[in-house]
């Protein structure tokens, strides 16, 4: 499963920004995606969980980015998304996307996490 992040760029503090991520290779293959994650990785700073939305369960953001960011999916298709809006120069980072991954065959049933090269947001004052 190869994941795709784009929509990064330059954007000044206050204004919105649109991430997408789009993943192949689970058409047919025995890979389901089961949830949907954005990390991001800021300067000096160790990456962390930004949102995630399960397909069955609650969707999670990280305290940074509540009331500000939103995740969303496109129904049919293995695509989501990053709403970001109010950005603050500190929400300046690599933002990668990221899946968990079921694999089920006739002989194997697991779980793995898939991650995209990131997109860089970078966000002025």
């Known amino acids: 499963v190869q994941l795709q992040a784009s929509g990064g760029g330059l954007v000044q503090a206050g204004g919105s920004l649109t991430l997408s991520c789009e993943a192949s290779g689970t058409s047919g293959s025995g890979f389901k995606i089961i949830a949907m994650e954005w990390y991001r990785q800021g300067p000096t700073k160790q990456r962390e969980l930004v949102a995630s939305m399960p397909i069955n369960g609650a969707t999670h953001y990280g305290d940074s980015v509540k009331g500000r960011f939103t995740i969303s999916r496109d129904n049919g298709k293995d695509t989501w998304y990053l709403h970001m809006r109010s950005l603050k120069p500190d929400d300046t980072a690599v933002y990668y996307c990221?899946?968990?991954?079921?694999?089920?065959?006739?002989?194997?049933?697991?779980?793995?996490?898939?991650w995209g090269k990131g997109t860089l947001v970078t966000v002025s004052s």
């Open positions: 990221a899946a968990d991954v079921n694999y089920t065959s006739d002989y194997e049933d697991s779980d793995f996490e898939s």
